[in-house]
């Protein structure tokens, strides 16, 4: 482009520009706001523009070699105020009494006085100018003058790729119009206007992606899995509980997917303890009656073990073979060769394994069904590699973290998503106390009455998240500390992650049996551990942990119908950390922690870097502007989904994008 040349270009490929597209894209991350401003209405340490006549000669005062202050009077309106110019002494020569300025600075109302950042000696026709993100290399104005040239150059190429019914349906702007007051909005309300637009256009684009991706792979593969809706009510009606609407609703949902040749992209939410594994064991289940194998994928050895074993159970009167795969199978030889042959001849119905499951040489004869669970474990990698295994398998994923419906969208746009709203019947809400760690002892007499009446309890010990050394350690000090104290009355047993996998499966059987009154456990029994005896939780130094991995470890008790209780033991150093363990004693309800979690430490934390796949947005914010990303998403489908989408001619700029967006090879995943 006219204006920039190869030290430029590096430069601003550093902030991630590379073409004259993407520089259009990049809008100001805030305006300055060059209006005038009356005195009565301005409040302190705000950055205002002033405007008055200079009431006194300027002083200017210097201090070592590079640094000065600038001083005089203004007169606005009626009022004398006196203006600073820090380390500017070339101001000062430009200063006359008598003369009229507009300043741009810091308005300090105790003192009376605006700190100088800019003289306007014209301000100009707009009252606010954007401020771009900048670096070392490339300087604010200059960033500013390529805008200006590229907007002028090549305005014309900026194509509306919101169809114009939509557009005008929501008052949205051309694109063209809509660039230009992104980067140069005349006052606040055509910038708030311009934003307006720009984020449904963000939000707009990222979805038509999402939902054409979906069309297209719906389109393309996926099997009729024609299940047999008698043996299927039968092994619901064998079940040991009635099922909640909820499971009932999310079944349906699952079930007329699988029956469709469409291709099952779900997400399967539900907070812990809402009944998800029954509602997975029937999605198998269905896949076995239509003649096809399924799969169980989950994150640790332990929960495949318990699912395998609870499947087993569940599937014992229904002529289903369960096989577990995990790395401990894989290191017995033979029983793995046995196994893989009988995944390969089909006698195998139902596999339950770790990522074990997606090695190369794990062959099915006819994969219809992968369940995850937990799947925000899995990189989305692996899950690719699974759907390999079979002629494009449908895709059921279990999920206890719950995410706010707004970031399940943008997260799993590409999903259908079912979720359980309830749970069971007959639960009591585990009740939560925080406490501080001098009121340790009292925690522990109530855990220890709380064994005496025959329940069992968890001990979760601190996380140290450098080490995993350290985080041994501690556990290991916590039960002899812990064992010292009950035993031999009660019995105390130790879970931790350096364990091999049998060692552990062996200590969770014992727990399950009651070998043990007290397990003391590090995160490894965050997910999915199923022992409902189990109603005491003490998590020590709870502050350490995310509020996502609290409630986690918090559904490991309440999973009966007795009362179960949560003792948090935190000595917070922050008001934030106080804030959390508040959340935790206020609700148990994991959507609202999420959303909680959401406001009080920001997406980016909660999501961490395990999930690919999640776009940056750059104008809009998917929890404040969650409205729109719903309008978006609504408005995308209808248009996606509309069999004359190709044809319309109102569609152009759409399938242009579209076309350009795949040919870049963007994966949308
Ligand atoms: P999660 O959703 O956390 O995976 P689980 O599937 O492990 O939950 O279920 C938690 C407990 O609730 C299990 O012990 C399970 O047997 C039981 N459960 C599931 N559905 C029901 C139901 N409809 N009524 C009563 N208990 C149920
Ligand atoms: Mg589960």
Not at 370 to 388: A, I, L, M, S, Y
Not at 399 to 421: H, N, Q, V
Not at 504 to 510: L, Q
Request: charged share 25%; with cysteine.
């Amino acid at each position: 482009m006219k204006g920039v040349g190869p030290k430029n270009a590096v430069a601003l490929s550093k902030l991630g520009i590379n073409t004259v597209g993407e520089l259009l894209q990049t809008y100001p991350f805030r305006y300055d706001d060059f209006a005038v401003r009356k005195l009565s209405e301005i409040t302190d340490q705000e950055k205002v523009t002033l405007k008055g006549t200079v009431a006194s000669e300027a002083v200017l005062t210097r201090f070592g070699r590079k640094k000065s202050r600038l001083n005089f009077r203004l007169l606005v309106d009626h009022d004398v105020v006196m203006v600073t110019f820090f380390n500017q002494p070339y101001l000062a020569p430009k200063i006359e009494t008598g003369q009229e300025m507009v300043i741009y600075g810091k308005w300090d109302s105790k003192r009376q006085r605006l700190a100088g950042m800019k003289m306007l000696f014209n301000a100009g026709t707009n009252d606010i100018a954007g401020v771009y993100r900048s670096s070392k290399e490339i300087k604010q104005a200059t960033i500013k003058k390529i805008v200006v040239t590229a907007y002028e150059l090549y305005k014309d190429l900026l194509i509306d790729i919101i169809p114009l019914e939509t557009r005008t349906k929501f008052r949205l702007l051309p694109r063209q119009k809509m660039v230009h007051d992104m980067h140069f909005p005349v006052n606040q309300t055509s910038a708030r206007l311009a934003r307006r637009s720009a984020t449904f256009d963000e939000f707009f684009r990222f979805q038509v992606k999402l939902q054409f991706i979906r069309k297209t792979e719906h389109k393309e593969q996926g099997i009729r899995l024609a299940y047999n809706n008698a043996k299927l009510r039968s092994f619901i009606a064998a079940l040991p509980f009635e099922l909640t609407d909820a499971q009932k609703k999310v079944i349906n949902e699952i079930c007329s997917d699988m029956h469709h040749d469409v291709h099952m992209n779900r997400l399967l939410q539900g907070d812990v303890g809402s009944g998800k594994t029954v509602v997975a064991a029937v999605a198998l289940y269905a896949a076995v009656t239509a003649g096809f194998q399924a799969a169980l994928m989950v994150p640790t050895e332990i929960l495949a073990q318990q699912h395998a074993e609870k499947l087993d159970r569940l599937f014992a009167k229904f002529d289903v073979t369960v096989a577990l795969l995990t790395s401990a199978t894989a290191s017995r030889v033979k029983t793995r060769r046995e196994l893989l042959k009988h995944l390969n001849d089909g006698q195998i119905n139902v596999v339950v394994g770790t990522h074990a499951l997606i090695q190369d040489d794990v062959v099915f004869k006819r994969l219809g069904l992968v369940v995850t669970d937990e799947q925000h474990r899995f990189g989305v990698n692996q899950r690719q590699k699974f759907k390999q295994k079979g002629t494009l398998p449908d895709v059921l994923a279990m999920t206890a973290t719950p995410i706010p419906r707004t970031l399940a969208i943008t997260m799993y746009g590409e999903m259908d998503i079912s979720t359980i709203t309830e749970l069971p019947a007959g639960r009591q809400p585990i009740e939560t106390v925080w406490l501080r760690e001098k009121q340790l002892q009292e925690a522990l007499l109530f855990l220890t009455r709380q064994l005496e009446l025959g329940a069992q309890a968890y001990v979760i010990s601190p996380l140290i998240e450098e080490s995993e050394m350290m985080d041994l350690k501690n556990a290991e000090e916590v039960f002899s500390r812990l064992a010292k104290q009950l035993e031999p009355r009660y019995h105390v047993g130790l879970l931790h992650g350096r364990m091999k996998a049998t060692e552990k499966n062996d200590v969770m059987s014992a727990f399950k049996a009651k070998k043990f009154d007290v397990l003391v456990a590090t995160t490894v029994i965050e997910v999915g551990v199923d022992v409902p005896n189990a109603t005491v939780m003490l998590i020590l130094d709870a502050d350490r942990f995310g509020l996502a991995q609290l409630h986690q470890l918090r559904g490991r008790v309440g999973r009966g119908s007795k009362q179960s209780y949560c003792f948090l033991i935190a000595d917070p150093k922050s008001e934030y950390g106080v804030s959390r363990m508040k959340v935790m004693t206020e609700t148990n309800n994991g959507f609202i922690i999420a959303q909680k979690d959401l406001e009080l430490r920001g997406q980016g934390d909660l999501l961490g870097n395990k999930q690919a796949g999640v776009p940056d947005f750059q104008v809009g914010d998917p929890v404040a502007d969650l409205r729109v990303l719903q309008v978006a998403q609504t408005e995308a489908a209808e248009i996606i989904n509309d069999p004359a989408f190709m044809q319309k001619s109102e569609n152009k700029g759409l399938l242009t994008y579209l076309k350009q967006e795949l040919a870049q090879g963007i994966s949308f995943d």
